[in-house]
């Protein structure tokens, strides 16, 4: 099992940056791909960020290439999203989650949620 508590989420100015930080517990992390969902008011969770467990591989919604960056960090066992150029429609609360990748290389979301961090950007 893993534990994940999310954090780092704040008002930001559009144009502005925030880093999101998921520490997790356990020490099975080192082998879970690691993912970044969202979820607006009124909407659907949906799919922002992941990377492998290896790190070595990343994979972006179309909404946040070029502006948000996945990383991780084993020895702190924590997952960062780096999000630079934020926008109103960035607006949602944050949640990761600790999966895998499938065979076709897409990330699939576990019971394994962080318990979510806001995140506001004024326009």
């Known amino acids: 099992q893993v534990q994940l508590v999310d954090s780092g989420g704040g008002l930001a100015q559009a144009g502005g940056s925030l880093r999101l930080s998921c520490a997790a517990s356990?020490?099975?992390?080192?082998?879970?791909?690691m993912g970044w969902f969202r979820q607006a008011p009124g909407k659907e969770r949906e799919f922002v960020a992941a990377?492998?467990?290896?790190?070595?591989?990343?994979n972006y919604a179309d909404s946040v290439k070029g502006r948000f960056t996945i990383s991780r960090d084993s020895a702190e066992n924590t997952v960062y999203l780096q999000m630079n150029s934020l926008k109103p429609e960035d607006a949602a609360v944050y949640y990761c989650?600790?999966?895998?990748?499938?065979?076709?290389?897409?990330?699939?979301?576990?019971?394994?949620w962080g318990q979510g961090t806001q995140v506001t950007v004024s326009s």
């Open positions: 989650n600790a999966g895998r990748y499938s065979s076709g290389g897409y990330f699939i979301s576990s019971n394994y």
């Open positions: 356990g020490r099975t992390f080192s082998t879970y791909a």
């Open positions: 990377i492998s467990s290896s790190g070595t591989s990343t």
